[in-house]
């Protein structure tokens, strides 16, 4: 994070301020008014624990035009080791998680917009998969939370939009869902021929038919004595 402050500071100071200068000379020659060009760069720690720590940049710039632009980077980390962590990280192997996360997202949308809370644009629902990146989440104590830059689902006044994640109710529904595909073993039975490829629901289920069978047989038995 060092190497990047010192690297927005020599932007800053160098090519952008000397841009920044001819811009003020041209409009002193034209006789136009000139706002000063601005260049930021910001951190908000989200999370800071013995097991996590996570936070987010905010790299602003503004060199003429209607507004300035800012980019946000989120980066989270697994304590002591220091590594990286990805949002996947957060939820059980094997889960859906990407279509989890955009339902919950395309909830909140719906519910702001309901609400007169927010603007989003017309076709947010068609620009919101391509817009969803993994790498832009950080973490806050309530869980993860995804991000989206600026003018990809909402217009500039919107800014850059959050949407905290409720992981306990993901999680509920994907272990609902697990459940449902585990149980899943008809349409196994129904196609497949070589056993070697089976799944394990048809074994299990072989066993469970089995123990049964061997029970009634005993029980059957034990009557007749």
């Not at 949308?109 to 832009?136: M, S, V, Y």
């Not at 950080?138 to 850059?160: D, H, M, S």
């Amino acid at each position: 994070y060092r190497e990047a402050a010192e690297q927005w500071k020599a932007r800053g100071t160098g090519p952008l301020f000397l841009r920044a200068q001819a811009a003020a000379r041209l409009a002193r020659e034209q006789s136009r008014p000139f706002r000063p060009w601005e260049a930021a760069l910001t951190y908000r720690l989200t999370v800071q624990s013995e097991t996590l720590l996570s936070l987010y940049l905010d790299a602003y710039e503004f060199s003429g035009g209607a507004h300035g632009v800012t980019v946000r980077q989120g980066d989270t980390w697994e304590l002591p080791r220091g590594l990286p962590r990805s949002l996947a990280s957060f939820f059980p192997p094997r889960f859906r998680w990407r279509r989890a996360v955009l339902e919950q997202v395309r909830a909140q949308i719906e519910a702001r917009l309901a609400n007169g809370e927010a603007w989003f644009f017309e076709d947010w629902r068609q620009r919101l998969p391509a817009a969803f990146d993994p790498e832009h989440f950080y973490c806050t104590q309530a869980g993860p939370a995804v991000f989206f830059p600026l003018y990809r689902i909402a217009p500039y006044a919107e800014g850059i939009p959050v949407f905290p994640l409720s992981l306990p109710g993901m999680v509920t529904v994907g272990l609902f869902y697990a459940v449902a595909q585990w149980n899943s073993y008809f349409p196994a039975m129904l196609y497949l021929r070589d056993r070697e490829l089976v799944p394990m629901q048809i074994i299990l289920r072989d066993i469970v038919i089995q123990n049964q069978t061997n029970e009634l047989s005993i029980d059957l038995v034990n009557g007749s004595d």
